[in-house]
């Protein structure tokens, strides 16, 4: 099974139509773990610079042209204290799972990032194990105060 990897940054733009398959895959593959489109196309375009932001990459895996894995990771603008990269979303395709899609996106986006690597995953996520056997650790809880609006 030969995967093709397509990355994408700031500097070599996905079209409209490659930008809004990856928004529709995210949303459809991380299902209960993911967000609306509306939010999953704020982080690409965060990572592709559409507005003022550090930018930061995304990643997608495919086979026989069909799109089979995609990672967003966005540069936080910080160093040390707060790592320099959050991966914001990462979904393999259903009927790909458990073929090594998302260890081989989860190392490639190791590979072609500058500094650490932070992410969210929820306990119950079974992606939780990959991502300890790669090296991620659970350093903090983390805490929200969500303010009304």
Known sequence: MKKELIVFTPESKPSEEE???IVKF???????????ELD???????????YQSFGGLI?????NSELVGAVVINKTGMKDYIPENIL?????H???????IGKYLMQQAINLTDGD????VEPDNPAKYLYEKIGFTNKYLEMRFKKRK
């Open 40 to 50: 999953i196309l704020k982080a690409v375009d965060y990572a592709l610079k559409e």
């Open 88 to 92: 914001v979303y990462i979904a393999t």
């Open 19 to 21: 930008k809004n398959n």
């Open 117 to 120: 690597i932070a992410l969210h």
């Open 59 to 63: 990643l997608t895996a495919c086979i």
């Open 94 to 100: 259903k009927n790909y799972r458990g073929k090594g």
């Open 26 to 36: 995210l949303f459809e593959h991380l299902e209960k773990y993911g967000d609306s």
